[in-house]
């Protein structure tokens, strides 16, 4: 879930088998809290952030113009199960859906997705092979979400060099 599209990625046999771009995005979910709220952009990402998919802040609003964005992710993933399903006959099923990028730090946002989908759905840790001599310690996973790209470029890197 990037700021500026949001990818869906099936990762099977070790290795990606399927990718999909899906127009959700962290900035086009700014321009719809600005749009329907009639805010700025810059009143809108501090919305966004404050409020986030939190019922119980800034009167729901927030949460219900995220929701809806988050019901179309939804119906774009099952149609990408299904895709995957039926065209990767030697496919294992999916088992979770794994939520990375700086999208996946809206609070609530993987539990009403897995209220709509047939999933478990999890927040990823991009950190989770960097450095095992623990130098990642003092970087807040919250904020890691937001260079999952870059993170796993940088492991892809690191295997082909090694």
Sequence with gaps: MGATRSSLVMLD????????????SGVGATAEIAERLKLTIEEAERAKRICGLDPKKCKGV???????????????????LDFYQTHFKRGHPVGEIVLTGGGANLAHAETILARQL?????I????????PLGLHDDFPK????????A??????????SS
């Excluded at 046999?13 to 959700?24: E, G, K, N, P, R």
């Excluded at 990823?124 to 450095?131: A, E, K, T, W």
């Excluded at 993170?151 to 082909?160: E, H, P, S, Y």
């Design 13 to 24: 046999w070790s290795t990606v088998q399927f990718t999909s771009s899906v127009a959700l």
């Design 62 to 80: 927030v949460s219900g113009v995220l929701e809806g964005l988050l019901n179309k992710l939804a119906m774009e993933i099952e149609r990408a």
């Design 118 to 122: 047939p999933l478990p759905v999890v």
């Design 124 to 131: 990823g840790n991009p950190l989770r092979h960097i450095s």
């Design 142 to 149: 919250k904020e890691a979400l937001a260079f999952t790209t």
């Design 151 to 160: 993170l796993g470029l940088a492991l892809r890197d690191d295997l082909i």
